[in-house]
């Protein structure tokens, strides 16, 4: 193989590995083309950062947490049974480091630090009142202390279901539970908090 050639192999592999389903995907892995997992990060990095944020509502940790949700599924790659989707396999992973983090003392310190202090990300583009700023602010802050006041079990399902592209048999696997009471889970957790913000 000439220098030429083997540049363009990279090029190739990854080019090919986009048309490949994830279980074909997975069986590259297994066979040592890297460039297979890359594809896999590709596909569902976003999938794992937002179940991992939904859990952790931090950026930064949610970001270290995707990191470490990757490099553990890439290392368990053997493991993967295909039971379920790839995708629902890493973000089960994901949610899993992001609930063993959020139950660190050192995570709840900085949560509830970081609720006591008013977000800074508001956009000076089209800039309200300060009035319409403290009362959204305020009804944000409200929110939150409702959602963490929520027992576990409702807090994650709503949370999850918030986070936007998972469909709810993929957060039904995560949670291990069935989709049913995913969704009953959803449903009671948003009547819960209707009824306190009312």
Same mark, same amino acid.
């Given at each position: 193989m000439t220098l030429r050639q083997a540049q363009g192999q990279p090029e190739r592999d990854q080019h090919e590995c986009r048309r490949l389903t994830d279980g074909e995907l997975v069986e590259r892995v297994r066979a040592g +083309? !890297? @460039? @297979? $997992? %890359? *594809?896999?990060v590709e596909r +569902?990095? %976003?999938a794992v950062y937002r179940a991992a944020l939904a859990a952790l509502r931090d950026p930064a940790e949610a970001e270290d947490v995707t990191q470490d949700a990757l490099v553990l599924a890439f290392r368990k790659i053997g493991q $993967?049974? %295909?039971e379920a989707s790839v995708r629902t396999w890493m973000v !089960?992973? %994901?949610w899993r480091l992001a609930l063993s983090r959020r139950r660190n003392p050192v995570h709840r310190l900085r949560q509830m630090i970081s #609720? *006591? #202090?008013p977000d800074a990300g508001t956009s000076s583009a089209s800039t309200p009142s300060i009035e319409s700023r403290m009362i959204d602010r305020e009804r944000l802050l409200r929110a939150r202390r409702e959602i963490g006041k929520l027992s576990a079990k409702l807090r994650d399902a709503l949370l999850l279901a918030a986070a936007g592209d998972l469909t709810q048999e993929e957060i039904a696997a995560a949670l291990q539970i069935p989709a049913a009471t995913f969704r009953?889970?959803?449903m009671e957790a948003r009547r819960r908090l209707k009824e306190r913000l009312e």
């Open positions: +083309h !890297t @460039a @297979a $997992f %890359g *594809e896999l +569902h990095r %976003g $993967f049974r %295909g !089960t992973i %994901g #609720s *006591e #202090s009953w889970r959803v």
